[in-house]
């Protein structure tokens, strides 16, 4: 008897895709409601159709530079143990050394994250796709570098990598109506891009 049954198939789709990521949005992991996986953030059938978080609490949004980050979610399974589970991980880039900058990364690297990922990629509607990684126990700032450069040419900033652990792939977030995370569905969920 198989444990589940497959329920559709896949064709072609259009080969015209854009990769890459336009705006990370981090959010304190302590700052969703618990239970985070249902009531926080709850996920039916792949994707996240509510979010609430606390009162005076909200994302932090982070713009992108074009072509810098990036996000993975690996499937790691054992046959011989019979498991599976997926680490996402989020690689950012920020431009220029800054005290603030200094600073931020070093609260991102003291606290546990859930992270969006609003990406190049659209919806037949025009609208981004948006992810949600590290929905049930969060991501954290593991690895990462500070560089000045040698040469004129070379970065002059930050990169930073996140990664977690979970027992499902990452969720897509439900479309929103005219801004990202403006569903009615979704409590306290202001943006804070500066």
């Excluded at 609430?52 to 046959?79: C, H, Q």
């Excluded at 992270?115 to 929905?135: E, K, S, T």
Aim: with cysteine; proline share 3%; aromatic share 10%.
């Amino acid at each position: 008897m198989a444990c589940t049954n497959l329920t559709k198939g896949r064709g072609l789709d259009c080969n015209r895709i854009s990769g890459g990521v336009k705006f990370i949005y981090f959010g304190v992991y302590d700052q969703f409601t618990a239970p985070i996986e249902t009531v926080g953030i709850v996920e039916a059938s792949g994707e996240v159709t509510d979010i609430e978080m606390g009162a005076g609490t909200g994302l932090y949004r982070y713009a992108m530079p074009m072509g810098v980050a990036s996000v993975t979610d690996t499937i790691v399974g054992s046959r011989e143990n019979g498991t599976i589970y997926y680490t996402p991980t989020v690689q950012v880039l920020f431009n220029r050394l800054t005290k603030e900058d200094q600073n931020q990364v070093k609260l991102l690297g003291a606290t546990k994250t859930v992270v969006f990922a609003q990406l190049n990629q659209q919806l037949a509607n025009g609208h981004d796709v948006i992810i949600c990684l590290g929905r049930v126990n969060g991501m954290e700032l593991n690895a990462g570098t500070m560089d000045t450069g040698a040469a004129w040419g070379d970065k002059n900033g930050y990169t930073l990598t996140f990664d977690g652990m979970e027992a499902e792939p990452f969720p897509m977030v439900a479309d929103y109506t005219t801004n990202p995370f403006d569903n009615s569905a979704f409590t306290n969920v202001s943006i804070t891009t500066s």
